[in-house]
């Protein structure tokens, strides 16, 4: 979203969630939730990513990509597919850290198996909204908008973790149009840089 709006030069700092960076008094000060991202312009705070999103375009308008467009039918759609990603993001992670989140003495195979079937519906149903768009477009049409910037990383994730583009080809086709932006290419994870393949296994079979 800062790179969208063109803000470069801002400060940014990267946690490890596995060292339980995020729950130091540093991030607690700014979010007493202790969750990433924390996010702090001046002396206001926003730190749901969301909001953060919402705030940026607000305030620079003017400045960078226009994110929210002013055609009533494809800002309703728009809304409609940002906060439809918060279900399929949560179908995503559901599945890839299956392990992380579930005790292992709580774990089921009927649970798993049951996560992967409500994820397949998912990723039909984000197939079937980009075909109905045609070749070439974005979330809510043929430009990039607010749903792309908060939806994409969850593309993103299915991708690095083993999503076949041949058997969800509209997916593909999208990833493959959006990973190239220049705001993409900036924030991309470092980790992700050092190990392009990630666990491709994870999601290869479905």
Known sequence: MLEEKQLQGYNQKLLAFEKMEHKSQEV??????????SFKHGNIIVN??????FYLESQFK????KLIPDDTDQQALMYQRMFEGLTFYDKVLTVIYYEYFVPEGERHD?????????????????????????AGSYLAGPSFMLAD?????????????????????KLGEYYGLVKERPSVKASWPPHWVEDPKGDEDTLKDL
């Open 28 to 37: 607690l000060d700014i979010n007493p939730r202790g969750q990433l991202p």
């Open 62 to 65: 003017n400045q960078g990509t």
């Open 110 to 134: 009927s649970a798993v198996n049951r996560n992967k079937e409500a994820l397949v519906t998912e990723l039909k149903l984000w197939e079937g909204y980009l075909q109905k768009l045609g």
């Open 149 to 169: 910037v908060v939806v994409f990383p969850t593309v993103g994730y299915l991708f690095r973790f083993g999503l076949s583009a041949q058997r969800y080809p």
């Open 48 to 53: 749901e990513s969301y909001g953060v999103c």
